[in-house]
Protein backbone atom coordinates (compact mmCIF):
# COMPACT_ATOMS: atom_id res chain seq x y z
CA UNK A 1 0.00 0.00 0.00
CA UNK A 2 1.30 3.26 -0.89
CA UNK A 3 2.45 6.09 1.56
CA UNK A 4 -0.73 8.64 0.08
CA UNK A 5 -3.01 5.59 0.39
CA UNK A 6 -2.28 5.62 4.31
CA UNK A 7 -2.13 8.62 4.62
CA UNK A 8 -5.47 9.23 3.35
CA UNK A 9 -7.25 6.57 5.08
CA UNK A 10 -5.94 7.14 8.64
CA UNK A 11 -6.64 10.68 7.94
CA UNK A 12 -10.44 10.33 7.05
CA UNK A 13 -10.91 7.79 10.31
CA UNK A 14 -9.75 10.82 12.32
CA UNK A 15 -11.15 13.78 10.76
CA UNK A 16 -13.61 16.49 11.52
CA UNK A 17 -14.48 18.65 8.82
CA UNK A 18 -11.55 19.31 5.87
CA UNK A 19 -10.20 22.66 5.55
CA UNK A 20 -10.59 21.78 1.75
CA UNK A 21 -10.11 18.85 -0.89
CA UNK A 22 -6.68 18.05 0.18
CA UNK A 23 -6.08 19.18 3.70
CA UNK A 24 -7.22 17.96 6.75
CA UNK A 25 -7.30 20.23 9.99
CA UNK A 26 -4.03 19.92 11.95
CA UNK A 27 -5.95 19.07 15.13
CA UNK A 28 -7.47 16.37 13.56
CA UNK A 29 -3.74 14.26 13.46
CA UNK A 30 -2.59 15.17 16.77
CA UNK A 31 -2.82 12.00 17.95
CA UNK A 32 -0.53 10.47 15.98
CA UNK A 33 2.53 11.62 18.22
CA UNK A 34 3.06 13.72 21.12
CA UNK A 35 5.66 15.39 23.03
CA UNK A 36 6.50 12.39 24.76
CA UNK A 37 7.92 10.32 21.65
CA UNK A 38 10.74 12.89 21.17
CA UNK A 39 13.83 13.57 22.45
CA UNK A 40 15.04 17.15 23.24
CA UNK A 41 16.36 17.15 19.80
CA UNK A 42 13.74 16.38 18.20
CA UNK A 43 14.31 12.80 17.88
CA UNK A 44 12.11 9.75 17.52
CA UNK A 45 12.10 7.55 20.87
CA UNK A 46 10.23 4.54 19.21
CA UNK A 47 13.22 3.85 17.25
CA UNK A 48 16.65 3.94 18.96
CA UNK A 49 19.75 3.14 18.31
CA UNK A 50 23.43 3.34 20.00
CA UNK A 51 24.38 7.07 20.96
CA UNK A 52 27.54 8.98 20.80
CA UNK A 53 26.76 11.75 22.23
CA UNK A 54 26.66 13.51 19.14
CA UNK A 55 24.31 13.51 15.78
CA UNK A 56 25.70 10.89 13.09
CA UNK A 57 24.45 8.99 10.22
CA UNK A 58 23.04 5.26 10.42
CA UNK A 59 21.41 2.83 7.69
CA UNK A 60 19.54 0.22 9.54
CA UNK A 61 19.08 -2.02 6.65
CA UNK A 62 16.12 -0.23 5.50
CA UNK A 63 16.56 3.03 5.53
CA UNK A 64 18.88 6.01 6.50
CA UNK A 65 18.49 8.45 9.17
CA UNK A 66 20.41 10.79 11.26
CA UNK A 67 20.92 9.61 14.70
CA UNK A 68 20.49 12.20 17.91
CA UNK A 69 23.07 12.15 20.21
CA UNK A 70 20.54 10.47 22.65
CA UNK A 71 20.02 7.44 20.30
CA UNK A 72 16.95 7.77 18.79
CA UNK A 73 16.22 8.24 14.85
CA UNK A 74 15.65 11.74 13.46
CA UNK A 75 14.85 13.14 10.21
CA UNK A 76 15.52 16.93 9.31
CA UNK A 77 12.62 19.04 8.28
CA UNK A 78 14.43 22.27 8.37
CA UNK A 79 13.67 26.05 7.07
CA UNK A 80 16.22 28.35 5.65
CA UNK A 81 16.57 32.21 5.60
CA UNK A 82 16.38 33.47 9.05
CA UNK A 83 18.49 36.50 7.90
CA UNK A 84 17.30 39.21 10.56
CA UNK A 85 17.91 41.78 7.97
CA UNK A 86 14.80 40.44 5.87
CA UNK A 87 13.30 42.23 9.03
CA UNK A 88 14.92 45.08 8.78
CA UNK A 89 13.79 46.36 5.00
CA UNK A 90 11.84 49.75 4.77
CA UNK A 91 8.79 47.95 4.21
CA UNK A 92 9.09 45.87 7.73
CA UNK A 93 11.23 47.64 9.85
CA UNK A 94 8.70 50.05 11.86
CA UNK A 95 6.51 46.81 12.49
CA UNK A 96 8.82 44.46 13.45
CA UNK A 97 10.66 47.35 15.96
CA UNK A 98 7.38 48.05 17.44
CA UNK A 99 6.65 43.86 17.36
CA UNK A 100 9.92 43.80 19.32
CA UNK A 101 9.65 46.70 21.67
CA UNK A 102 13.48 47.77 19.92
CA UNK A 103 14.57 51.56 18.98
CA UNK A 104 16.65 49.82 16.59
CA UNK A 105 18.06 46.96 14.39
CA UNK A 106 19.78 44.38 16.77
CA UNK A 107 19.74 46.37 19.43
CA UNK A 108 19.22 44.40 22.97
CA UNK A 109 15.21 44.08 22.85
CA UNK A 110 15.62 43.51 19.10
CA UNK A 111 18.40 40.54 19.68
CA UNK A 112 15.85 38.72 22.24
CA UNK A 113 12.36 39.69 20.20
CA UNK A 114 14.00 38.25 17.19
CA UNK A 115 15.41 34.91 19.27
CA UNK A 116 12.17 34.30 20.88
CA UNK A 117 9.67 34.86 17.51
CA UNK A 118 11.57 32.63 15.87
CA UNK A 119 11.99 29.82 18.03
CA UNK A 120 8.13 30.52 18.74
CA UNK A 121 7.34 29.41 15.12
CA UNK A 122 9.72 26.21 14.93
CA UNK A 123 7.74 25.11 17.86
CA UNK A 124 4.37 26.04 16.65
CA UNK A 125 5.30 24.85 12.76
CA UNK A 126 6.95 21.51 14.31
CA UNK A 127 9.89 22.19 12.53
CA UNK A 128 13.54 21.04 13.44
CA UNK A 129 16.02 21.94 12.06
CA UNK A 130 17.91 25.61 11.19
CA UNK A 131 19.12 25.22 7.86
CA UNK A 132 22.17 26.36 6.62
CA UNK A 133 20.92 29.70 5.25
CA UNK A 134 20.62 31.54 8.72
CA UNK A 135 22.97 34.54 9.70
CA UNK A 136 21.28 35.49 12.86
CA UNK A 137 23.57 35.53 15.74
CA UNK A 138 21.31 35.76 18.26
CA UNK A 139 19.78 32.19 16.96
CA UNK A 140 22.97 29.97 16.01
CA UNK A 141 26.19 31.97 16.83
CA UNK A 142 25.78 31.46 20.65
CA UNK A 143 27.50 28.07 21.57
CA UNK A 144 25.16 25.56 23.25
CA UNK A 145 22.02 27.91 23.09
CA UNK A 146 20.01 26.52 20.51
CA UNK A 147 17.36 25.20 20.75
CA UNK A 148 16.87 22.99 17.91
CA UNK A 149 19.69 21.35 15.53
CA UNK A 150 21.11 23.42 13.23
CA UNK A 151 23.93 23.80 10.64
CA UNK A 152 26.58 25.93 10.93
CA UNK A 153 28.55 27.37 7.99
CA UNK A 154 32.30 26.48 7.63
CA UNK A 155 33.41 28.37 4.50
CA UNK A 156 36.91 28.95 4.35
CA UNK A 157 36.39 29.45 0.29
CA UNK A 158 33.26 31.46 -0.40
CA UNK A 159 32.04 31.00 -4.35
CA UNK A 160 28.78 30.85 -3.67
CA UNK A 161 26.83 30.90 -6.61
CA UNK A 162 24.88 34.22 -5.53
CA UNK A 163 28.04 36.17 -4.73
CA UNK A 164 28.80 36.13 -8.00
CA UNK A 165 32.57 35.21 -6.99
CA UNK A 166 35.38 37.12 -9.27
CA UNK A 167 38.76 35.60 -9.80
CA UNK A 168 40.22 36.17 -7.26
CA UNK A 169 37.53 34.38 -4.95
CA UNK A 170 39.65 30.83 -6.52
CA UNK A 171 42.56 30.58 -4.30
CA UNK A 172 45.63 28.76 -4.94
CA UNK A 173 44.10 25.93 -3.39
CA UNK A 174 46.82 23.65 -4.22
CA UNK A 175 49.26 25.90 -1.98
CA UNK A 176 50.79 25.18 1.61
CA UNK A 177 49.55 28.99 2.37
CA UNK A 178 45.65 27.66 1.65
CA UNK A 179 46.90 25.07 4.37
CA UNK A 180 47.92 27.46 6.76
CA UNK A 181 45.14 29.43 6.20
CA UNK A 182 42.28 26.90 6.43
CA UNK A 183 43.59 26.12 9.57
CA UNK A 184 43.41 29.29 11.10
CA UNK A 185 39.58 29.40 9.80
CA UNK A 186 38.58 26.33 11.35
CA UNK A 187 40.43 26.99 14.54
CA UNK A 188 38.66 30.15 14.72
CA UNK A 189 35.21 28.72 13.13
CA UNK A 190 34.52 25.62 15.01
CA UNK A 191 36.49 25.53 18.53
CA UNK A 192 33.78 26.89 20.26
CA UNK A 193 31.08 24.57 18.92
CA UNK A 194 32.76 21.38 19.56
CA UNK A 195 30.79 19.98 21.66
CA UNK A 196 27.69 21.57 20.84
CA UNK A 197 24.91 18.65 21.16
CA UNK A 198 22.54 20.68 18.60
CA UNK A 199 24.54 21.52 15.95
CA UNK A 200 23.56 18.68 13.51
CA UNK A 201 27.03 19.64 11.39
CA UNK A 202 29.14 21.87 8.86
CA UNK A 203 28.44 22.93 5.73
CA UNK A 204 30.36 24.86 2.74
CA UNK A 205 29.59 27.04 -0.18
CA UNK A 206 26.07 27.97 -1.39
CA UNK A 207 25.85 25.89 -5.00
CA UNK A 208 29.10 26.83 -5.50
CA UNK A 209 30.07 27.76 -9.69
CA UNK A 210 32.91 25.01 -10.09
CA UNK A 211 31.69 23.29 -13.85
CA UNK A 212 31.45 24.62 -17.47
CA UNK A 213 27.73 24.51 -16.83
CA UNK A 214 27.66 26.25 -14.11
CA UNK A 215 29.35 29.39 -15.81
CA UNK A 216 27.05 29.30 -18.49
CA UNK A 217 24.53 29.20 -15.81
CA UNK A 218 25.01 32.01 -13.86
CA UNK A 219 28.24 33.65 -15.50
CA UNK A 220 31.59 33.94 -13.55
CA UNK A 221 34.33 32.04 -13.58
CA UNK A 222 36.16 28.62 -11.78
CA UNK A 223 39.14 26.81 -10.49
CA UNK A 224 40.81 25.62 -13.86
CA UNK A 225 39.85 28.79 -15.70
CA UNK A 226 41.14 31.02 -12.76
CA UNK A 227 44.60 28.52 -12.15
CA UNK A 228 45.57 27.84 -15.53
CA UNK A 229 46.34 31.56 -16.29
CA UNK A 230 48.47 31.77 -13.25
CA UNK A 231 52.28 32.05 -13.61
CA UNK A 232 54.77 30.04 -12.43
CA UNK A 233 55.18 30.25 -9.13
CA UNK A 234 51.55 29.09 -8.21
CA UNK A 235 51.16 25.82 -7.09
CA UNK A 236 48.07 24.81 -9.30
CA UNK A 237 49.62 26.46 -12.25
CA UNK A 238 52.22 23.92 -11.74
CA UNK A 239 49.30 20.97 -11.29
CA UNK A 240 47.12 22.33 -13.85
CA UNK A 241 50.87 22.03 -16.11
CA UNK A 242 51.78 18.51 -14.61
CA UNK A 243 48.33 17.33 -15.70
CA UNK A 244 48.21 18.49 -19.38
CA UNK A 245 51.95 16.91 -19.61
CA UNK A 246 50.75 13.39 -18.50
CA UNK A 247 47.86 13.70 -20.72
CA UNK A 248 49.31 14.63 -24.03
CA UNK A 249 53.19 13.92 -23.51
CA UNK A 250 54.19 16.20 -26.33
CA UNK A 251 53.56 20.26 -26.50
CA UNK A 252 52.87 20.02 -30.24
CA UNK A 253 49.55 17.72 -28.89
CA UNK A 254 48.18 20.35 -26.51
CA UNK A 255 48.79 23.22 -29.15
CA UNK A 256 46.79 21.51 -31.52
CA UNK A 257 43.49 21.01 -28.74
CA UNK A 258 44.23 24.33 -27.78
CA UNK A 259 45.00 26.31 -30.83
CA UNK A 260 48.58 27.50 -28.94
CA UNK A 261 52.07 27.63 -29.95
CA UNK A 262 53.46 27.51 -26.75
CA UNK A 263 57.16 26.28 -27.30
CA UNK A 264 57.65 23.58 -24.59
CA UNK A 265 56.02 23.16 -21.15
CA UNK A 266 57.94 25.30 -19.32
CA UNK A 267 57.03 28.15 -21.53
CA UNK A 268 53.30 26.98 -20.93
CA UNK A 269 54.02 27.44 -17.29
CA UNK A 270 55.22 30.63 -17.09
CA UNK A 271 52.44 31.96 -19.34
CA UNK A 272 49.45 33.71 -17.60
CA UNK A 273 46.20 35.37 -18.55
CA UNK A 274 47.07 32.89 -22.01
CA UNK A 275 43.34 31.24 -22.58
CA UNK A 276 40.40 33.73 -21.98
CA UNK A 277 37.16 32.90 -19.69
CA UNK A 278 35.63 30.90 -22.42
CA UNK A 279 33.42 28.11 -22.87
CA UNK A 280 35.68 25.18 -24.59
CA UNK A 281 36.12 24.98 -27.75
CA UNK A 282 36.20 21.65 -28.41
CA UNK A 283 35.15 18.23 -26.50
CA UNK A 284 39.07 17.66 -25.38
CA UNK A 285 39.24 21.21 -24.09
CA UNK A 286 35.84 20.39 -22.09
CA UNK A 287 37.38 16.67 -21.22
CA UNK A 288 40.30 18.96 -19.45
CA UNK A 289 38.36 21.35 -17.88
CA UNK A 290 36.37 18.61 -15.94
CA UNK A 291 39.46 16.36 -15.11
CA UNK A 292 40.83 19.12 -13.57
CA UNK A 293 37.82 20.61 -11.95
CA UNK A 294 37.85 16.91 -9.92
CA UNK A 295 41.46 18.08 -8.99
CA UNK A 296 40.78 20.73 -7.88
CA UNK A 297 37.47 19.60 -5.83
CA UNK A 298 39.26 16.64 -4.35
CA UNK A 299 42.24 19.13 -3.35
CA UNK A 300 39.65 21.39 -1.32
CA UNK A 301 37.26 18.65 0.54
CA UNK A 302 40.72 17.44 1.60
CA UNK A 303 42.42 20.47 2.90
CA UNK A 304 38.93 21.77 4.46
CA UNK A 305 38.20 18.77 5.96
CA UNK A 306 41.01 17.66 7.92
CA UNK A 307 41.40 21.14 9.09
CA UNK A 308 37.99 21.29 10.31
CA UNK A 309 38.18 18.08 11.91
CA UNK A 310 41.71 18.96 13.66
CA UNK A 311 39.56 20.99 15.88
CA UNK A 312 36.12 19.32 15.18
CA UNK A 313 35.93 15.67 14.96
CA UNK A 314 32.34 15.48 16.72
CA UNK A 315 30.05 16.89 13.80
CA UNK A 316 28.88 15.84 10.52
CA UNK A 317 30.53 17.09 7.64
CA UNK A 318 28.44 18.31 4.74
CA UNK A 319 30.18 19.87 2.34
CA UNK A 320 29.04 22.43 -0.08
CA UNK A 321 25.39 22.17 -0.86
CA UNK A 322 25.68 20.92 -4.45
CA UNK A 323 23.57 22.32 -7.20
CA UNK A 324 21.25 19.79 -8.10
CA UNK A 325 19.81 22.08 -10.97
CA UNK A 326 23.18 22.40 -12.77
CA UNK A 327 25.17 19.22 -13.55
CA UNK A 328 27.24 20.31 -10.46
CA UNK A 329 26.19 17.60 -7.98
CA UNK A 330 26.25 14.92 -10.93
CA UNK A 331 29.71 15.49 -11.71
CA UNK A 332 31.07 15.62 -8.52
CA UNK A 333 29.21 13.14 -6.12
CA UNK A 334 31.54 10.61 -6.54
CA UNK A 335 34.28 12.28 -4.88
CA UNK A 336 32.73 14.45 -2.84
CA UNK A 337 30.98 11.04 -1.45
CA UNK A 338 34.78 9.76 -0.13
CA UNK A 339 34.47 13.50 2.35
CA UNK A 340 31.13 14.19 3.30
CA UNK A 341 28.53 12.19 5.99
CA UNK A 342 25.53 12.83 3.80
CA UNK A 343 25.02 14.42 -0.06
CA UNK A 344 23.74 17.59 0.83
CA UNK A 345 21.81 18.95 -2.03
CA UNK A 346 19.75 22.06 -3.88
CA UNK A 347 16.60 21.26 -6.27
CA UNK A 348 14.23 23.62 -6.93
CA UNK A 349 11.60 21.21 -8.80
CA UNK A 350 8.20 19.67 -8.74
CA UNK A 351 8.20 16.01 -7.47
CA UNK A 352 9.13 14.31 -10.80
CA UNK A 353 11.64 16.21 -11.06
CA UNK A 354 12.91 15.33 -7.74
CA UNK A 355 12.26 11.99 -8.16
CA UNK A 356 14.36 12.16 -11.59
CA UNK A 357 17.36 13.46 -9.96
CA UNK A 358 17.56 10.81 -6.97
CA UNK A 359 16.71 7.65 -8.98
CA UNK A 360 19.71 8.85 -11.46
CA UNK A 361 22.31 9.48 -8.30
CA UNK A 362 21.01 7.04 -5.21
CA UNK A 363 22.60 3.85 -6.56
CA UNK A 364 26.26 5.55 -7.24
CA UNK A 365 26.73 6.09 -3.50
CA UNK A 366 25.98 4.59 -0.37
CA UNK A 367 25.22 7.69 1.96
CA UNK A 368 21.80 9.22 2.29
CA UNK A 369 20.83 12.56 1.08
CA UNK A 370 19.41 16.05 2.07
CA UNK A 371 17.51 18.94 0.00
CA UNK A 372 19.13 21.45 1.65
CA UNK A 373 17.31 24.86 0.20
CA UNK A 374 13.81 24.17 -1.78
CA UNK A 375 10.10 25.84 -1.97
CA UNK A 376 7.90 26.84 -4.52
CA UNK A 377 6.39 30.63 -4.97
CA UNK A 378 2.93 32.49 -5.65
CA UNK A 379 3.79 35.99 -7.33
CA UNK A 380 2.27 38.79 -6.62
CA UNK A 381 2.72 42.30 -7.05
CA UNK A 382 5.77 43.11 -4.66
CA UNK A 383 6.83 39.24 -5.59
CA UNK A 384 6.75 38.90 -9.18
CA UNK A 385 9.07 36.21 -10.02
CA UNK A 386 9.47 33.88 -6.51
CA UNK A 387 12.44 31.56 -7.00
CA UNK A 388 11.31 27.91 -7.53
CA UNK A 389 8.13 26.65 -9.80
CA UNK A 390 5.33 29.29 -9.13
CA UNK A 391 1.86 28.31 -8.80
CA UNK A 392 -1.43 30.45 -8.78
CA UNK A 393 -2.25 29.41 -5.30
CA UNK A 394 -1.17 29.14 -1.89
CA UNK A 395 -3.28 25.79 -2.29
CA UNK A 396 -1.65 24.49 -5.19
CA UNK A 397 1.97 25.50 -3.42
CA UNK A 398 1.00 23.89 -0.49
CA UNK A 399 0.01 20.63 -2.33
CA UNK A 400 3.19 20.52 -4.06
CA UNK A 401 4.90 20.80 -0.58
CA UNK A 402 2.77 18.11 1.15
CA UNK A 403 3.91 15.91 -2.46
CA UNK A 404 6.95 16.27 -2.39
CA UNK A 405 7.81 15.59 1.41
CA UNK A 406 5.17 12.38 1.59
CA UNK A 407 7.18 11.16 -1.48
CA UNK A 408 10.74 11.71 -1.00
CA UNK A 409 10.76 10.90 2.92
CA UNK A 410 9.40 7.69 2.28
CA UNK A 411 13.02 7.07 0.38
CA UNK A 412 15.34 4.53 2.08
CA UNK A 413 17.98 7.33 1.28
CA UNK A 414 16.07 10.74 1.55
CA UNK A 415 16.68 12.39 5.46
CA UNK A 416 16.17 15.84 5.10
CA UNK A 417 14.33 18.45 3.52
CA UNK A 418 15.05 22.27 4.38
CA UNK A 419 12.44 24.81 3.28
CA UNK A 420 12.86 28.13 1.69
CA UNK A 421 11.91 29.68 3.43
CA UNK A 422 10.31 31.38 6.01
CA UNK A 423 9.66 35.08 5.34
CA UNK A 424 8.83 36.93 2.20
CA UNK A 425 11.72 39.53 0.62
CA UNK A 426 10.00 41.70 -1.71
CA UNK A 427 10.99 43.13 -5.15
CA UNK A 428 12.20 46.61 -3.51
CA UNK A 429 15.31 44.89 -1.41
CA UNK A 430 18.49 45.16 -2.85
CA UNK A 431 19.22 42.19 -4.36
CA UNK A 432 15.81 41.03 -4.90
CA UNK A 433 14.93 43.36 -8.05
CA UNK A 434 15.19 40.20 -10.38
CA UNK A 435 14.23 37.35 -8.07
CA UNK A 436 12.67 37.00 -4.46
CA UNK A 437 12.53 33.87 -1.94
CA UNK A 438 8.93 33.44 -0.68
CA UNK A 439 8.05 32.31 2.85
CA UNK A 440 6.03 30.94 4.65
CA UNK A 441 5.04 34.36 6.12
CA UNK A 442 4.20 37.93 4.95
CA UNK A 443 7.01 40.12 5.35
CA UNK A 444 4.65 40.71 8.26
CA UNK A 445 4.66 37.81 10.11
CA UNK A 446 1.20 36.56 8.49
CA UNK A 447 1.00 32.88 8.01
CA UNK A 448 -0.16 31.86 4.22
CA UNK A 449 -2.79 29.82 6.02
CA UNK A 450 -2.23 26.86 3.66
CA UNK A 451 1.40 26.43 4.18
CA UNK A 452 0.83 26.38 7.52
CA UNK A 453 -1.80 23.94 7.86
CA UNK A 454 0.81 21.72 5.38
CA UNK A 455 4.13 22.12 7.20
CA UNK A 456 2.13 21.17 10.59
CA UNK A 457 0.58 18.07 8.74
CA UNK A 458 4.11 16.84 7.61
CA UNK A 459 5.84 17.55 10.41
CA UNK A 460 3.38 15.78 13.19
CA UNK A 461 3.29 12.54 10.42
CA UNK A 462 7.36 12.79 9.21
CA UNK A 463 7.80 9.55 11.49
CA UNK A 464 4.77 7.99 10.16
CA UNK A 465 5.88 8.55 5.95
CA UNK A 466 9.55 7.40 7.29
CA UNK A 467 8.31 4.22 8.59
Not at 360 to 388: I, Q, R, T
Amino acid sequence: MSIRKIRRNEFIKVASIPLFNTFLPYNSISKYLNKNDFDKYGGWKKKKFYKTGFFRTHFDNNRWWFVTPEGNAFISFGINHYHEEWWAQNYNINYWLKKFNSKQFQDKHWNEGFRKFAFKDLKNLGINTIGMHTNSPSITDIPYKSKVPYLREYKPIKIDHYINPKPDAYTDIFSSSFEIYCDNYAKETASDYKNDKMLLGYCMADCPIITDYDINFYSGTSWIRTLRNLGSDSAGKKAYVEMMRQKYNLISKFNLVYQTNFKNWENLLNSRNWRKNIQPSNEEEKNDNHEFMLKCVERYYSVTKKSLFKYDSNHLFFGDKLNGNTDSLEKVINLVAKYVDVIFYQNFGEYANQKKLLDKLVGDVNLPFLNGDAGFGVSYEMMPAPWGPNYKSQKERAEMLLKCCENLFSRPEFIGWHICGIIDTWKTMPTKEKNQHQGLMTVKGKYYKEMEIVVKIISKNLYKICS
